[in-house]
């Protein structure tokens, strides 16, 4: 299955449920991607730990590193509302600088994977960069 997807979905359903904060295996990349949400204020904190539990109910096993990310909320209503996988396995795209535009007129978020690492739309059209277009989130 697609991680990257798992996590935004994992996010997207723990905002909506009124979750404090979501867990998920850890990876550098799931990382990258939670700090680009971090700097552009759609998670709180990011932290990594050890699954000290046996088997837990998300499938990690004893000892792994998993991810804990803080969801935030505006007026007891979430930030994250939806999310939009662009790039997948099976199909990636790619966005030169020129073809990077905002997300629901500014108010969402373009995450990309550039040669400068993760990026947010607007850092990418800055570091004047384009890259594959992993998911798009309001």
């Given at each position: 299955m697609d991680s990257i997807s798992n996590m935004i979905i994992i996010m997207k359903n723990g905002s909506l449920a009124g979750k404090?904060?979501?867990?998920?295996?850890?990876?550098?990349?799931?990382?990258?991607?939670?700090?680009?949400?971090?700097?552009?204020?759609?998670?709180?904190?990011?932290?990594?730990?050890?699954?000290?539990?046996g088997e837990s109910a998300s499938g990690e096993k004893k000892n792994q590193p998993i991810l804990e990310v803080g969801l935030i909320y505006m007026d007891k209503k979430p930030k994250i509302t939806e999310v939009e996988r662009i790039s997948k396995q099976s199909r990636r795209v790619y966005f030169r600088m020129k073809?990077?535009?905002?997300?629901?007129?500014?108010?969402?978020?373009?995450?990309l994977s550039t040669p400068k690492g993760i990026l947010s739309g607007k850092e990418a059209r800055k570091e004047q960069v384009g890259g594959e277009a992993l998911f798009r989130i309001w």
């Open positions: 404090e904060a979501v867990f998920f295996p850890y990876s550098k990349i799931k990382n990258a991607i939670a700090e680009c949400l971090k700097k552009e204020g759609y998670v709180g904190s990011i932290s990594k730990k050890i699954s000290a539990k073809d990077i535009h905002s997300v629901r007129n500014g108010s969402g978020l373009l995450v």
